[in-house]
């Protein structure tokens, strides 16, 4: 019975901000400005019809899509390893920590300059996405490790594990779900790096592309359109590992405030 | 007769900075073989420290303790230790987590699996073998820890506060229980409560420590037979004993236990 509630405010809620919308495009009457009819139908005649160079709605999601997850596995593959082996080794963890700290805090579009001189083609996409997942994947992990419970591992010195079997046994399995946390923000921001990655590949196909090419012809529905189709992949993209995490972590308990 | 565990001139030292905690000082006692022990004293006097240098996860500042003439080595000695805090390994569930000792020993899975049924049955928690921890209460959860550590048929069975945290009902049970298989398999045990009774339930020996930085206060042979009537004239002179070496130490104002 809850949830039905909460499904029909959140469904209010959109109406409402949906109404709001509409009311301000009128009094601020300005023509470039789109309301959410023209939003939707704009969303409609990309998907349908397709853009000026006949690209459909699908096909800007399905490359876009695809060069986020090429970024953020390659951006998986280099973070846990390495995270894995900065938790463990504290002489490691003091020799990087101060190459990481300040590149950390560079954002993921200071690099474009770098990769538009240095790199070519879809390179440069997957250069963009792996700068923003990097960092939360990396950290995470190393949080996780660094949570592992002492008493634990005490535990298992009092069975006589060795030192590979406390890593394997023990720091892994508990730092998991911090390193799954680490893959979804990391992904999150991957994909949130598609605009700005896109924005220097020559091709005309993706969904940051979409929003160049429109925003040049001054059409702001169509803009809004791709930016609105961004929020949502995001939102599932988050909700699918979100499943996921609670299927495989379901023995850590989750505090619900009711 | 040699000694199971000899504890010698022990002293710890726990140094953080400039400042320096003194824990144990110039503990000597020993342990003959299948003997149980209960180690009381006033709470912070050290007793966890004690247990974690017998099982080689603490050194000693000073002294040295020996299992049969050899510094305490977890790979070579075999032993069951029962942490006061919750030790389960979140992600396993109940079978999981008693193989754990049985993997790191390392047994084959079929032997770990038929080990681990037996113990789980023991402790009284068979159906519960595919519980998670976070679906087990604190009494549970600490029998499934128990089980763990008989499983591997541990030499030294080392008990820090183990029933602490179970209702009285449980922990009469698991007292008895904890008996029982003493009887059966005649291991050592070194049992640390600060509960009084609980000592002169179980031991032959009940070890006061002082206050900290602990030392030996005494050392009570328990005379009585097993199973021990709690309400016997006996019993409760060796509990009133026991509870003035006690309260000797933790000042006038604590009771209870």
């Known amino acids: ?258 | 007769m040699s000694k199971e565990i000899i504890v010698d001139s022990l002293t710890k030292i726990f140094t953080q900075g400039k400042s320096k905690l003194e824990v144990l000082k110039d503990l000597t006692f020993d342990v003959n073989k299948g003997e149980f022990i209960c180690i009381v004293g006033p709470s912070g006097c050290g007793k966890t420290t004690l247990l974690k240098i017998i099982c080689g996860l603490e050194e000693p500042t000073y002294g040295k303790v020996l299992i049969r003439n050899e510094p305490p080595n977890p790979i070579k000695h075999r032993f069951g230790m029962i942490f006061q805090e919750d030790s389960l390994l979140p992600w396993r569930n109940v079978i999981g987590n008693v193989k754990f000792g049985l993997e790191i020993k390392g047994y084959n899975k079929k032997e770990s699996e038929e080990i681990s049924r037996k113990y789980i049955e023991m402790v009284g928690l068979k159906g519960f073998e595919n519980y998670y921890p976070y679906q087990l209460s604190g009494g549970m959860k600490k029998r499934v820890a128990i089980a763990r550590a008989l499983a591997i048929d541990p030499d030294l069975i080392l008990m820090d506060e183990p029933f602490a945290d179970l209702d009285a009902q449980t922990r009469s049970l698991m007292q008895r229980e904890l008996l029982r298989i003493w009887f059966g398999v005649g291991k050592t045990v070194l049992f640390v409560t600060h509960n009084v009774e609980e000592a002169v339930f179980l031991a032959n020996r009940v070890i006061v420590l002082t206050k900290r930085p602990s030392r030996v206060k005494s050392i009570i042979n328990i005379e009585l037979p097993y199973p021990r009537n709690r309400l016997s004239q006996s019993f409760i002179s060796y509990r009133e004993k026991i509870l003035k070496l006690f309260h000797e130490e933790m000042g006038v104002s604590e009771f209870g236990t």
């Open chain 1, 1 to 258: 019975m809850k949830y039905h509630i909460n499904y029909l405010f959140s469904f209010l809620s959109i109406i409402v901000f949906l109404i709001l919308w509409h009311l301000f495009s009128i009094i601020i009457n300005i023509p470039y400005f789109p309301s959410p009819i023209s939003v939707i139908k704009a969303i409609l005649e990309i998907a349908l019809i397709g853009d000026v160079d006949k690209y459909t709605l699908a096909q800007h999601i399905y490359v876009s899509v695809e060069r986020v997850l090429l970024g953020f596995s390659i951006a998986a593959i280099t973070a846990i390893p390495l995270g894995l082996i900065i938790g463990i080794k504290p002489l490691i963890k003091d020799t990087i920590t101060p190459i990481i700290e300040p590149i950390r805090f560079i954002p993921p579009i200071a690099w474009i300059p770098l990769a538009i001189v240095l790199l070519v083609g879809i390179t440069r996409y997957i250069f963009i996405i792996w700068v923003g997942a990097f960092f939360p994947i990396l950290l995470n992990t190393i949080a996780g490790i660094k949570r592992t419970s002492n008493i634990l591992i005490q535990m298992a010195k009092s069975f006589g594990s060795s030192r590979n079997q406390i890593i394997y046994k023990i720091i892994i399995p508990s730092s998991l779900p911090e390193v799954m946390t680490g893959l979804r923000v990391g992904l999150g921001v991957g994909w949130m790096c598609i605009v700005a990655a896109e924005m220097i590949g020559g091709e005309p196909i993706g969904l940051g592309r979409l929003i160049i090419k429109y925003a040049g012809l001054l059409r702001l529905d169509v803009v809004i359109a791709g930016m609105i189709v961004i929020g949502i992949i995001g939102m599932l993209m988050n909700y699918i590992i979100l499943a996921i995490e609670k299927r495989l972590f379901k023995w850590r308990q989750e505090i619900i405030i009711t």
